[in-house]
Structure formats: C-alpha cells, structure tokens
T-cell receptor, first 112, second 114 residues
Framework: NAGVTQTPKFQVLKTGQSMTLQCAQDMNHNSMYWYRQDPGMGLRLIYYSASEGTTDKGEVPNGYNVSRLNKREFSLRLESAAPSQTSVYFC???????????FGQGTRLTVV | GNSVTQMEGPVTLSEEAFLTINCTYTATGYPSLFWYVQYPGEGLQLLLKATKADDKGSNKGFEATYRKETTSFHLEKGSVQVSDSAVYFC?????????????FGKGTKLTVNP
C-alpha cells in the first residue's frame, strides 16, 4: 500500500545543473500535482495534470517542466537549477472533487 | 479564482488549552474543504474533511464545520496535547472545466507546551 512515492528524498545541486524529481502513485488517480513548500509561503502549485497526457501550469511554473509519462507517473524537471529553487517539493494525487489528495513524503532540494 | 485564507501563526498553547485556527475561502463553485496536518519532517496527511454545507468533519478530537454563509471552515480542538504540535493547512478542492483544483492556505504552525 505505497500510495505516492517520490524520489529522491534529498538532493543537493550546483547552480545550473539539471535534475528530474520522480513521482509515482498506485491508486489509479487521474489528477496529479507538484507543489513547492517554502517557509511562510505555504504550498504553492507548480504544475498539475488532470489526466494522462495533459499538464497545466500552476501558480509558480517558471523554471520547471513536467511530464505525465503515464497514469502512474508525473515527473518534475529543473533544466538549470537556481538557488531560488531551494525548497521542499511535494507530489500529490487525487480523484474526484470530494476525495482528498494524497501526498508523497517530499524531496528536500538545495541549490548552491 | 479560488483562494484560502487562514490564520497567521505561529500559535503557542499550553497542554489542555482550547484551539481555534480560522480558515475562510473564496470559490466560484461548491468546493470540498479539507484540513491537512504536517508533522516535522513529514509530508501532508489528511486530518478531516467536509464535502457540503453544514457538514462537520472530525478526527482525533479535531472538528471543523463547513459554513457556506460565512465561507468558513475553522478548525477546533477542545484540549490540545503536545503531540498535536505540527503545521496545519486548510485547503479547498473544486472542479473547474473538468479538472480538479486543489488550493491551500499558507499554513499555521502550532506548538503545544507541556
């Protein structure tokens, strides 16, 4: 009963490096989300995917790209990391307007 | 657009004190409302939810009532414990144009002292 699995849990990047955060869910949910969490800012939506093959920008999409590879997987890519992208990143999935979203354990990313 | 406004923290209480964390929302439709809790170093987990007006969600001694007339979903607990120390997020979920939108408040950090 894994739920939402994110990898890696921790990552340190140098400015300008690229990386992909992976997310997979085993609940057959259509909707998936990527959020970033910063002190005093709460959770801010980066991108979301309402279904396989569709993605839409959220509140803070600049500097990120996403891929909804299939129904299970939704990856977040940083093409050229910047210190401003130092944050904790959460992936979530949900299904239906009355059902709660389920979250992964987060990826703590530091860009130096 | 949809938005959630919740009480700014941090909130510090003594054990067995009464807790209220205010949450109000703006939505174009009829959203479902949620409270999530985040313990240190962990992801978010659902605390309680309400899916229509006048519903009361409850879990672990926490309660919140969906008030459509005041667009509010305030979180309450009669007697907090040290183990309740965490960050609490109010959230709403609405369906717009066939896709679900999940919007969070900024979070309220609660510290309960023995």
């Amino acid at each position: 009963n894994a739920g939402v699995t994110q990898t890696p849990k921790f990552q340190v990047l140098k400015t300008g490096q690229s990386m992909t955060l992976q997310c997979a869910q085993d609940m057959n949910h259509n909707s998936m989300y990527w959020y970033r969490q910063d002190p005093g800012m709460g959770l801010r939506l980066i991108y979301y995917s309402a279904s396989e093959g569709t993605t839409d920008k959220g509140e803070v999409p600049n500097g990120y790209n996403v891929s909804r590879l299939n129904k299970r997987e939704f990856s977040l890519r940083l093409e050229s990391a910047a210190p401003s992208q130092t944050s904790v990143y959460f992936c979530a999935s949900s299904e239906g307007d009355r059902i709660e979203a389920f979250f992964g354990q987060g990826t703590r990313l530091t860009v130096v | 657009g949809n938005s959630v406004t919740q009480m700014e923290g941090p909130v510090t209480l003594s054990e067995e004190a009464f807790l209220t964390i205010n949450c109000t929302y703006t939505a174009t439709g009829y959203p479902s409302l949620f409270w999530y809790v985040q313990y240190p170093g962990e992801g978010l987990q659902l605390l309680l939810k309400a899916t229509k007006a006048d519903d009361k969600g409850s879990n672990k001694g926490f309660e919140a009532t969906y008030r459509k007339e005041t667009t509010s979903f305030h979180l309450e607990k009669g007697s907090v414990q040290v183990s309740d120390s965490a960050v609490y997020f109010c959230a709403l979920k609405d369906v717009q144009g066939g896709s679900e939108k999940l919007v969070f408040g900024k979070g309220t950090k609660l510290t309960v002292n023995p």
